[in-house]
């Protein structure tokens, strides 16, 4: 369709131009040779015009980009915040029974990214997987294409240029040149010193500062045009990733994949969330943020869960445990703190989450083992019972259910 629309508005350029010299040719009525100068003449003039009004387009659309992305937002700043002695927020998301719903609340702009005392220590884990597994943690469908481009720049300004030094002053910390231009910010906690903006530096580049300084998961979305029945004719796209810690599923298998394609595996998603997901998708207006809360149980695992669970789930390959299997080392209630927004100027909608792992034991300690237990039962009398299996409940769910009940 662009193809055949991009075909005819040349054609329609090329006719224009044709028409055109035709007209300045029949003014003059000179022999060939001199038509011939007079055509080239008012053809590299036409051109040079022509340039200018593109030139002069360009510098209006990137005047607009430069607005939006440095619009005024009321961030505010995080009072009595200390970094060492911040603990991480604790959440208990687990209800009887499991209802699949969106289940989203509205979040403050300023409460977008939580920073706890683990910053430090987290940060460093970041860094050996961006290392280790550079194309797990970093994904682009292309560096070249300027809506990715947009989208990366307009959050990784965001980030750097408006949110964490005004949210979190202790912790970054900008630095002016002599036209008061914010053109660095300092990262107080590990000395690294980084661009302010990302204009200057390659799209890889870009996401991997953002991975390495903020706790957090973030994968963009583009909207494109469909000839389907979806709201507002768009499907949300895949297109870029910066993430570390995603459970149960690899971001390369997913990039270049529609919202419905990323959540195909997640049962009855179709029947029950995907309308209710386009719909929201299609309305999310710039400025505002939403939030959610999940939780899952895990129990040979830590941060980096970067492998297909659900595949061997429901082939039925997996080993059910008993509570003497348990390494309580490694059993935790895993939760991410999920949030959506929309990028004013790319059009991107920004899914990002911050993982929290609490051990087993410390949900037993603190009495809430046998609402965690009934949650555990809940999962297979909910709206969707496949999702006991979907989250290995055939795994661990006894030996789980039987530790906390002991």
Same mark, same amino acid.
């Given at each position: 369709?662009?193809?055949?629309?991009?075909?005819?508005?040349?054609?329609?350029?090329?006719?224009?131009?044709?028409?055109?010299?035709?007209?300045?040719?029949?003014?003059? @009525?000179?022999?060939?040779?001199?038509?011939?100068?007079?055509?080239?003449?008012?053809?590299?003039?036409?051109?040079?015009?022509?340039?200018?009004?593109?030139?002069?387009?360009?510098?209006?659309?990137?005047?607009?980009?430069?607005?939006?992305?440095?619009?005024?937002?009321? /961030?505010?700043?995080?009072?009595? +915040?200390?970094?060492?002695?911040?603990?991480? @927020?604790?959440?208990?998301?687990?209800?009887?029974?499991?209802?699949?719903?969106?289940?989203?609340?509205?979040?403050?702009?300023?409460?977008?990214?939580? +920073?706890?005392?683990?910053?430090?220590?987290?940060?460093?884990?970041?860094?050996?997987?961006?290392?280790?597994?550079?194309?797990?943690?970093?994904?682009?469908?292309?560096?070249?294409?300027?809506?990715?481009?947009?989208?990366?720049?307009?959050?990784?300004?965001?980030?750097?240029?408006?949110?964490?030094?005004?949210?979190? @002053?202790?912790?970054?910390?900008?630095?002016?040149?002599?036209?008061?231009?914010?053109?660095?910010?300092?990262?107080?906690?590990?000395?690294?010193?980084?661009?302010?903006?990302?204009?200057?530096?390659?799209?890889?580049?870009?996401?991997?500062?953002?991975?390495?300084?903020?706790?957090?998961?973030?994968?963009?979305?583009?909207?494109?045009?469909?000839?389907?029945?979806?709201?507002?004719?768009?499907?949300?796209?895949?297109?870029?990733?910066?993430?570390?810690?995603?459970?149960?599923?690899?971001?390369?298998?997913?990039?270049?994949?529609?919202?419905?394609?990323?959540?195909?595996?997640?049962?009855?998603?179709?029947?029950?969330?995907?309308?209710?997901?386009?719909?929201?998708?299609?309305?999310?207006?710039?400025?505002?943020?939403?939030?959610?809360?999940?939780?899952?149980?895990?129990?040979?695992?830590?941060?980096?869960?970067?492998?297909?669970?659900?595949?061997?789930?429901?082939?039925?390959?997996?080993?059910?445990?008993?509570?003497?299997?348990?390494?309580?080392?490694?059993?935790?209630?895993?939760?991410?703190?999920?949030?959506?927004?929309?990028?004013?100027?790319?059009?991107?909608?920004?899914?990002?989450?911050?993982?929290?792992?609490?051990? /087993?034991?410390?949900?037993?300690?603190?009495?809430?083992?046998?609402?965690?237990?009934?949650? /555990?039962?809940?999962?297979?009398?909910?709206?969707?019972?496949?999702?006991?299996?979907?989250?290995?409940?055939?795994?661990?769910?006894?030996?789980?259910?039987?530790?906390?009940?002991?």
């Amino acid at each position: 369709m662009d193809g055949k629309i991009q075909l005819a508005a040349a054609n329609s350029s090329a006719c224009g131009e044709a028409s055109h010299h035709q007209r300045i040719l029949e003014m003059f @009525p000179f022999p060939v040779a001199g038509q011939i100068i007079l055509a080239i003449i008012a053809l590299i003039i036409w051109r040079f015009h022509r340039c200018k009004w593109f030139i002069d387009i360009h510098e209006d659309v990137q005047k607009d980009v430069t607005s939006a992305q440095h619009q005024t937002v009321e /961030i505010d700043e995080l009072e009595n +915040f200390h970094l060492d002695s911040s603990e991480p @927020p604790k959440f208990r998301p687990f209800k009887p029974k499991y209802h699949l719903t969106m289940g989203l609340e509205t979040l403050g702009c300023s409460d977008f990214l939580i +920073f706890d005392k683990t910053y430090p220590e987290r940060l460093k884990i970041r860094r050996s997987l961006a290392q280790q597994h550079p194309e797990d943690v970093i994904g682009i469908i292309s560096d070249s294409d300027a809506r990715i481009r947009l989208a990366v720049e307009e959050l990784y300004s965001h980030l750097f240029k408006i949110y964490l030094p005004a949210r979190y @002053p202790s912790i970054f910390k900008t630095t002016r040149d002599k036209t008061d231009h914010i053109n660095s910010v300092e990262n107080l906690i590990t000395g690294s010193i980084i661009p302010a903006d990302a204009e200057s530096i390659s799209l890889h580049v870009a996401l991997k500062i953002i991975s390495e300084n903020i706790d957090e998961d973030f994968f963009i979305l583009l909207p494109h045009k469909t000839d389907e029945d979806t709201p507002g004719d768009v499907v949300y796209v895949l297109e870029a990733y910066s993430a570390c810690f995603p459970s149960g599923f690899q971001p390369r298998d997913k990039i270049g994949k529609r919202l419905a394609d990323i959540h195909r595996p997640v049962p009855k998603y179709k029947e029950k969330l995907q309308k209710s997901m386009d719909r929201f998708f299609a309305r999310l207006e710039a400025g505002r943020l939403v939030k959610r809360i999940n939780w899952a149980i895990t129990v040979d695992e830590e941060l980096y869960s970067n492998f297909d669970k659900s595949g061997p789930a429901f082939e039925g390959t997996l080993k059910k445990m008993t509570m003497k299997d348990l390494d309580l080392n490694k059993t935790f209630l895993r939760s991410e703190r999920q949030t959506l927004h929309r990028l004013p100027a790319s059009d991107a909608i920004v899914f990002a989450f911050h993982t929290y792992l609490y051990p /087993i034991q410390d949900i037993k300690a603190e009495g809430s083992g046998e609402d965690l237990a009934l949650a /555990i039962d809940g999962l297979q009398s909910g709206s969707v019972p496949e999702i006991f299996t979907y989250k290995n409940g055939e795994k661990w769910a006894d030996a789980v259910k039987q530790y906390l009940r002991s």
